[in-house]
């Protein structure tokens, strides 16, 4: 009935177009075609309302006799959206970033001293330099089950598969299944993406026993199984299970698991004003012949490698205030993470007879090290934020067999000469939208082997395009 | 002895489905909806509101207090139109409640009920953040209250089938008053007709196009961008023109550019409670167009 007055209205002004357009110059026609428009879409979305609100009244009359009519109630939308094949087009979003980098010291020599090298070290290039740029698209893909696809495009024209996973939608009772790459959730910081980091480059922490380089974060191909307490209080806990190709462990050809990871989180609000959330991690993998390229006492090019298990502990917290939970003027972020790893095994010095020895020795291995970082970020102004962040690590005990034997001397592993990397980091951002950011950075650098101290210089832009997406605690 | 044990078999049984259904988990994404769900389900629900009238729903964090309470909700009701898309996505992915996705009966978008204003004719970030779906923020306008509350009578009945008769009971005896509070709000308000004002955020669109008032201005440059001094400077060459008569604004916003235009200009910048809980006064969804209106009706005099 509704529909068919709307018609007849619509048909009844179309009709007296004619004779209004004759008159009228082209700009008039094309402002009377909008107005028709939007005359019918307003119809559409009106009947639409009505038809909806006459659905629910049957559905309300239906549950006097029967409750189990559900679909109806829910299958409308009011949204006028083309009907088109694109309809159904998955979110799309896309960052864009970049740097100008200043460096006092060489940035293809930085190494972080008394750490197996992760092979993703690196501050990036000095001067202008072009930063990750990251693609992503994310659907559900039917009533059970989203899909996510992160594609990283580098600087250097190469692409990677960044996180490309699904996750069950409600599998109830508070569990969550995800499978495929994904970030793992060991830790606070290694879940978020880096455009969504407070600062440029990641805590040293993460860079020497995650190999997250400068950019990036750790993340396996596998499984994860996470649930959900029914508390009030925030409690999660968590499993993965890999192929723990990615350092701390290495490629292996080998059937099964190649790492696992356990995670458990609390959290909560203090007040209006205060949240936070806490937790331990532990990720387990187990290298084999993952190699770092050293220089021996008589300064020749050698290839090591390690063999065995590595197993690293994080303990993260982060708490954030904002005036009664309301972030926009003012807030503060206060957010530390606490990383210890032991790893046991075989260390293959020289694999390739190029050192000293002129051949490969093996011989037992051990360390036990460990690093933390602590960072602040106040908003003192809408769009304004300051940061400062301290980095840590402490290299701990290296137990190299061949060294306690006499086979060789610690000279032979300059890279592995006891060290405590330290970084001061000072940063200040201002982001004109939710959808974009400018912003400054230093930091004092003393993590290199032989002590110097590197100053560091960034400028970075973030931008944001396309859906909007939700940002993670 | 086997009647017994059968009759107490079916009062543990009695008492256990009387535990489970004791009470709905309702979350409820916004103080109006967490009001209106506990006006029409009485002691049968238990309401959780996610923000408080002195938070901006466009910028809340995901927080893990949310998760949490997401987790255990058997019914979700929001504004939506993408009012909550910066946080609600991540709460129903990370829940782990297959009862609260969207698209089930446990999920309720207040603002798909009613007819949206402001609808974008073109989708530019360049407009600022502005939301496909229209203006999502509906609560001002008390015939959309009453749309969105025939809709939770017929989920809660929908989801809690042994209290249908309570719910319908309840949503009949709100509508009755509600209507009659309608009447009595529009009757109060025809002073109001025809007033020019100025808003921070287009937040109180849905509240001016009711009461038939003029809006004229607002603070934010462009949606969701702060107010600059060029901009205020702008709008008062612009009031030399066109002069509004009070400047508006919610709890949670700054009150800074309002102040500063308003002592500018010498007309009253006021605080509208905006949701339930913005002001002592607006303790319901009653109190809230009681005191909006009375605020009104004081500064535009």
Redesign the interface.
Known sequence: MIKLVAAVLSAAIALGLPHAARAANDAELQAIR?EIKQLR??YE??IE?LE??LQ??E??VQ??EA?A??AQ??A?????RPASEGAFNPAVSVILQGTYNNFSKDPNTFRIGGFIPAGGEGLGNRGFSLGESELNIAANID?YF?GNLTVALSPDNSVSVEEAFF?T????????LKGGRFFSSIGYLNEIHQHAWDFVDAPLAYQAFLGTGARGNYSDDGLQL???????????LGAEAGSGKNFPGSDRDKNGIGSAALFG?????IG?SY???AGVSYLWTSPRDRQFNDLDSAGNAVVNSFSGDSRLWVADFIL?WAP??????NNFKLQGEYLHRIETGTLNFDMNGAGVLGMPVAGGYSSNQSGWYLQGVYQFA??WRFGLRHDQLQAGTVNIAQVLNGTLTPQDFPTLVGHTPRRNTMMFDYS????SRIRLQFARDESRPDGVTDNQLFLQYLYS?GA?G???? | MNRILTLSALTLLFAISEAASAALNVFACEPEWAALTQELGGDKVSVYTATTALQDAHHIEARPSLIAKARSADFVICTGAELEVGWLPLLLSQSGNGKIQPGSPGFLDASNLVLKLEVPKVLDRAQGDIHPAGNPHIQLDPRNIAKVAEAVTARLSQLDTANVATYLARGKAFQERWQAAIQRWEQEGAPLKGVPVITHHKDMTYLIHWLGMREVGNLEPKPGLPATAGHLAELFSNMQRDPAKVILRTPFQDARPSELLASRAKIPAIILPYTVGGTDKAKDLFGLFDDTLQRLLQAAK
């Open positions: 909008e879409q307003n979305t009106r309302a909806k609100r629910e009244a559905a309300k549950h006097a409750s009519v559900q109630t829910t409308v939308t009011a949204a006028v009533p989203r996750q939608l409600g599998l109830s009772n508070g569990f969550t996470k649930w959900i307490a029914p508390t009030d209080l925030f409690i999660e989180h609390v959290g909560g609000d209006d949240a936070y959330r954030k009664n939970g309301n972030p926009t003027l809408p769009r004109p939208s939710e959808f395009l909007h939700a940002h993670k605690f």
